[in-house]
Structure formats: C-alpha cells, structure tokens
C-alpha cells in the first residue's frame, strides 16, 4: 500500500503534510503536499539554503506551502511547529535529516504530536536484531557516509511505544507507519518486514553504496554489534568511495542488542 491510498483511506483528513529534510522536493510527501485534494496546508523544512531556494521556486504558486530554510533540531522543533501553527494530528509527517532522527522523532512525539501517516528515513544497513541510533549533537552534519539515523529495531521500539504501526519499508531505506488511532492492524515481525522490503528486494542490489558493510547481515548479532562500533570508530571506507570517513566517538552513538 502506497502512502497516496493511506491518505484516501483517513476518515478525518485534516490536509496538512510536513515535509522535514525536503531537500529539492523529491519525497512522497512533497508530490502529495503539490495536490491539493491531498493537502490544504504544507510546511517543508530544508537546512540547505540552496536547496530551499529552488523549493520556494517550486511552490511559488501555492500559497498554502510554507518554506522554512533552517536546520530543525530537537530544541527548536516544537517551536517550529507552533510557528506554522501545526495540529497535533496531521495527516502526514515525512523525515529525512540522516543524523539524530530518533531523538527528533522522540520530541516530537513527547509534546503530543501524532501525525496520522509516517514516512521516515532508517538506516537500513544495521541488522534488525541490533538498536542503534546516532544521538544528537547540536553540531552534527552528515558526512556523505554510513554513519546516520536509526536501525529498524530501534525505530520499531519507539513507535510501538508511540502506537504506531510499521507497514512497509519503501525503496528499503524508508518506513511506511500509521498510528493506530487511524488504522490498527495487527504488526508483522520487523525481521520479516526487513527480509521483504530490503535484503531480498531488487532494489538491495542497487545500493551500491553499501556492499562494504553486506556481511553485518551475516554475522552473528553479537559480532555484529563489535563489528559496527568497530567501523565507525576507526577509519573507515564512506559509501561505496575509495576515500575515509573521520572516526566516531564511541559516545556519538548507540549500538547494542
């Protein structure tokens, strides 16, 4: 089930879609936010100064689409929202910062917000047996390389905690969650969620980028979990690239079963 036929199915559609980390407007959420059977009030956040230029370029005609250039972090998010005067319900929430995801999802859901259809970026390389997640630092960027986000577990936890259910995992990298105030089905298992979605989906193959760090799904978790923190706290080799990335403090992430 794509995201277009969940907002369909929303009994009380408010028509407001968020779009954090919206880059230049490729995401799901931003072709739903451009119909407006779909969304009467939009709200795209984009750190990139350039890249939130050529989306106010975009939206131009439709004044009913917010552009906020800046990068939001869990100290300014809640502010964010009631500046744009964001319900606590809106009909679609979109994320993708590749950094401390979680945290942000975490504050999010901690001042009462509960978007009725999440779309969230994961990183899909950690085994879903293992909890890791990058926490946030106010001066974390994402270096280009494996080092972002949050594990399928991890993730899964916290909305689960949050009542919301995992339905799919589009292009492999992404979650597809709705809360169950909207639609409560029952939840698959997230290793067989990861399995169909991801490691025997076509689309595995061409990740190119990560055929450095495959075998993390073939270990045994434990000696996954070595081998994880072992990556990223030395010198390591960024996606698919010849060149290194600059080693992580230890204390710069969570990595356990």
């Known amino acids: 089930m794509n995201i277009e036929t969940l907002v369909q199915l929303i009994p009380n559609k408010n028509k407001v879609v968020i779009d954090v980390g919206a880059s230049v407007g490729a995401s799901p959420a ?8 779909y969304c009467s009030k939009g709200l795209c956040v984009e750190g990139a100064k350039a890249n939130a230029d050529k989306l106010k370029a975009k939206v131009q005609d439709k004044p009913y689409i917010d552009v ?17 005067n964001i319900p606590l319900d809106p009909d679609v929430y979109k ?26 970026e994961y990183n899909e390389k950690i085994p879903p047996s293992i909890k890791f997640e990058v926490k946030y ?23 689960k905690a949050n009542d919301y259910v995992i339905l799919a995992l589009p292009d492999g990298n992404n979650i597809l969650a709705v809360h169950t105030s909207f639609m409560n089905i029952a ?19 061409w990740y190119g980028w990560n ?8 270990l045994a978790p434990e000696q996954a979990v070595d081998d994880i923190i072992n990556y990223f706290t030395s010198d390591r080799k ?14 710069a992430f969570v990595c356990e079963l």
């Open 30 to 37: 931003f072709t739903l936010m451009n119909n407006p059977n």
């Open 68 to 84: 906020h250039n800046g990068m939001i972090t869990p100290d300014n998010v809640i502010s964010l929202f009631e500046q744009y």
């Open 95 to 120: 994320q993708d910062i590749d950094g401390y995801d979680l945290t942000l999802l975490r504050t999010i859901f901690a001042a009462g917000y509960r978007p009725k259809i999440l779309f969230v």
């Open 137 to 159: 630092e106010p001066e974390h960027f994402w270096d280009g390389s494996h080092f972002f986000g949050f594990s399928l577990r991890s993730g899964y936890e916290v909305f």
């Open 187 to 205: 939840q698959l298992p997230i290793d067989e969620l990861y399995r169909k979605f991801y490691l025997h989906a076509p689309q595995f193959w």
């Open 211 to 218: 055929q450095d760090i495959r075998h993390w799904n073939n």
């Open 238 to 251: 960024m996606r698919g690239q010849t060149d290194l990335g600059v080693p992580i403090k230890r204390e």
